[in-house]
């Protein structure tokens, strides 16, 4: 009985957890971690991260890339833990992996647009000695120079380009496939504007029980969220996103449900100084928080700040 109930007590903690914000500052063993809900930052000291890139983050393990380019590894800034993987000589623009390392399941994948109509995709696992890299045709073409996150949901990982293209990698078969954007739903089509593709702004994808949420800011400073169903990609608002919240970064992007006092919202890593709270936006209230965090540029620049290149 009681092991019953301290299962399930553990359950519900789980549940409950939301992602909090970690900063790496230049060239310090000093890491930051900055709980977005309780506004409290904390510091670890961690000399293992010296001189290394953030690539990736799920489950509480970090995906480090040495500043060689060459040595990838897990960490987990909790236990210090550290796994090595096998050098990776290619380069790449996004990285994911589907589990925790020590999960037994755990897949890596290096994903790389070679050119508009050609991806490269490597793969490798824990205790592996080699990375695997296989080339892809991309027929609907992809734009190789701004896409979002790489996203892993039921075996497969995902990637969106901003020519609204989502590349769907199937890990049990090691087939890609395509799907192009259902433009009659965009907004901005909508409104008839052609050139709706060609805006400069952020592509977030993010998954919430095995469902795919894609997010993108642009010229306009409300995000856009969209849902994959049925093959097509829905506008959500605060009324359809059903309590659903989006921790968007570079790296990665996840999500939570119905956490009290961060519900129908986006977060990102950005926060001030005096450390009193991330920025987010609420769909519910229609605003950022704080709003004096906004220079008067553009959106776009404004945006780059929002994602801290060194913060998930």
């Not at 210090?80 to 589990?99: D, G, H, T, Y």
């Not at 073409?141 to 996150?149: A, V």
Request: net charge neutral; hydrophobic share 35%.
């Amino acid at each position: 009985m009681e092991k019953k109930a301290l299962t399930t007590a553990e359950s519900v903690r789980v549940v409950e957890k939301h992602p909090w914000v970690i900063t790496f500052p230049n060239h310090e063993d000093l890491t930051f971690l900055f709980d977005p809900l309780e506004r409290k930052r904390y510091t670890l000291n961690l000399p293992e991260l010296v001189g290394t890139d953030v690539c990736y983050s799920k489950d509480g393990r970090l995906l480090m890339r040495r500043s060689s380019l060459v040595d990838m590894f897990f960490f987990n800034p909790y236990t210090r833990e550290l796994i090595n993987l096998p050098k990776c000589e290619l380069s790449l623009q996004a990285v994911a992996f589907s589990s925790a390392p020590t999960s037994g399941t755990c897949a890596v994948i290096a994903f790389r647009p070679f050119t508009r109509f050609i991806i490269h995709i490597s793969i490798c696992y824990p205790g592996a000695t080699e990375w695997i890299t296989q080339e892809f045709s991309c027929s609907l073409g992809f734009d190789p120079y701004m896409h979002s996150n790489l996203v892993y949901a039921n075996d497969h990982f995902y990637c969106f380009s901003s020519g609204g293209v989502l590349v769907d990698f199937d890990l049990a078969s090691r087939t890609m496939s395509e799907q192009a954007w259902n433009e009659h739903r965009c907004a901005y089509m909508r409104n008839d504007n052609a050139d709706w593709f060609n805006l400069p702004k952020r592509i977030y994808l993010a998954e919430q029980k095995g469902e795919l949420f894609l997010m993108y800011t642009c010229s306009s400073e409300i995000p856009m969220v969209y849902k994959l169903v049925s093959s097509n990609w829905e506008e959500i608002n605060s009324t359809t996103l059903d309590g659903v919240t989006i921790f968007a970064s570079m790296y990665s992007s996840e999500t939570r449900l119905d956490v009290l006092g961060m519900r129908n919202s986006v977060y990102f890593p950005k926060y001030g100084l005096d450390c009193k709270g991330c920025v987010s936006y609420s769909f519910d209230e229609a605003r950022y928080y704080p709003r004096k965090q906004f220079p008067k540029p553009t959106m776009w620049q404004m945006q780059k700040e929002l994602c801290p290149l060194r913060s998930l």
